[in-house]
């Protein structure tokens, strides 16, 4: 609303055209998000500690010092991240943008999905929210318009084939099928984000990190120029997107203020299924699918930590990790939660950078 107001005025004072532009706009995303937060954070967090009176429900099977230090910790703190991008995004990017909105689809559908998890876990004081089943159905169903929304959007045959990262003219071709794969990618994202989140800060700096470097991709791939000159796929339309990664910057950082241990306030599944679920529509949007198993890495190495301790468990009845997901498993061995969070957070950063080395390497 704001870009179309300033440019509006653009012809009349000639200043107003820099908002015309797309890293001006990003800027200014960041910021919005950043400040919607630093204002209505408080707010936010007293009014949930208020609703849910002896907050998030702590696992009694998961590390016991949690119970002791964790407990009475508000969750649903992904309303907050939600709120400032969604406000960022309404004002900064171009809203005729199909992409735009499939994506904000795609976050406040997971969100959705994330806050009524987390309702029943509060209100019943339980660890188990609704129905798995019923939950993957509802990913997948919002999924599947999303994706079905960028085949219909992008050019073809690209739109509807999986590129394969340092390999620039390499396509592999799926057709209709391609919706399945998409799919894939974004609740995958989404859960493996909410896997991640389990210590203060943990998954919030490593989702602004992936967040970032999808926001200088969506930025590349949607000039032609840049991509022309990188080499990438031009996917007209998908620069807007750098808006919303930008937003999820800018919303990640406020949050992080009230996130830092000890937290004031959890994300809970309305953030972390949210935000990876949009980590993964873009990914879907600007054809670097493959690249986001490699910039989430970190999301991945937890999601397959639980993911061996299952199979293990069932086919040897032995555990591979003293406790699953991974970062759980570094408390048991002694770690402080500082440590581990901080290591992890440059796991991601040193994995962000290899996927963004393959913008070049082709």
């Known amino acids: 609303m704001l870009y179309y107001l300033l440019t509006s005025f653009a012809s009349e004072v000639s200043a107003l055209n820099v908002f015309r532009y797309l890293t001006t706009r990003t800027g200014g995303a960041i910021l919005t ?17 208020v609703k849910q009176g002896k907050g998030q429900p702590i696992r009694t099977d998961g590390p016991q010092r949690h119970l002791v230090e964790k407990q009475g910790t508000p969750t649903m703190g992904g309303l907050m991240i939600l709120s400032g991008v969604f406000v960022a995004t309404i004002m900064w990017a171009d809203l005729s943008n199909l992409y735009v909105w499939a994506v904000l689809f795609v976050l406040l559908g ?43 959007i992008g050019a073809k045959p690209l739109a509807s084939s999986l590129a394969v990262p340092f390999l620039k003219d390499v396509l592999i071709y799926f057709g209709p099928f391609f919706i399945l794969i998409g799919v894939l990618v974004i609740v995958g994202a989404g859960n493996a984000v909410n896997i991640t989140d389990g210590l203060d800060g943990l998954a919030i700096v490593p989702v602004m990190i992936a967040a970032g470097s999808y926001g200088l991709i969506a930025y590349l791939v949607g000039n032609a120029v ?10 007209r339309g998908t620069g807007e997107l750098a808006i919303i990664c930008g937003a999820l910057v800018g919303a990640g950082l406020g949050f992080l203020w009230f996130n830092a241990p ?30 986001l198993a490699i910039i ?25 990790f003293a406790m699953a997901p991974l970062h759980h498993h570094f408390e048991q061995k002694g770690w402080k939660e500082p440590t581990i ?9 040193v994995l962000a950078l290899i996927g963004l080395s393959t913008l070049k390497l082709r």
Request: proline share 1%; charged share 15%; glycine share 8%.
């Open 33 to 49: 998000a950043l400040v919607f937060i630093f204002i209505f954070g408080p707010k936010i967090i007293s009014l949930l500690k």
């Open 110 to 152: 997971f969100g959705a999905i994330g806050f009524y998890d987390d309702f029943l876990k509060v209100t019943r004081a339980s660890v188990r929210g609704f129905s798995s089943r019923l939950r993957l159905l509802s990913e997948f169903a919002i999924a599947a318009v999303a994706v079905a929304c960028f085949m219909w």
């Open 226 to 235: 840049f991509a022309e000159y990188l080499q990438l796929h031009f996917v």
């Open 262 to 291: 000890p937290a004031m306030i959890f994300m809970g599944d309305t953030g972390s299924l949210s935000l990876g679920g949009a980590l993964g529509a873009i990914a879907v949007a600007v054809k670097h699918e493959i690249v």
């Open 296 to 320: 989430g890495g970190l999301f991945v190495l937890e999601t397959v930590s639980v993911i061996v301790q299952v199979i293990s468990f069932k086919m040897t009845g032995k555990r591979v």
């Open 341 to 349: 969070v901080i290591r992890f957070w440059i796991i991601a950063f």
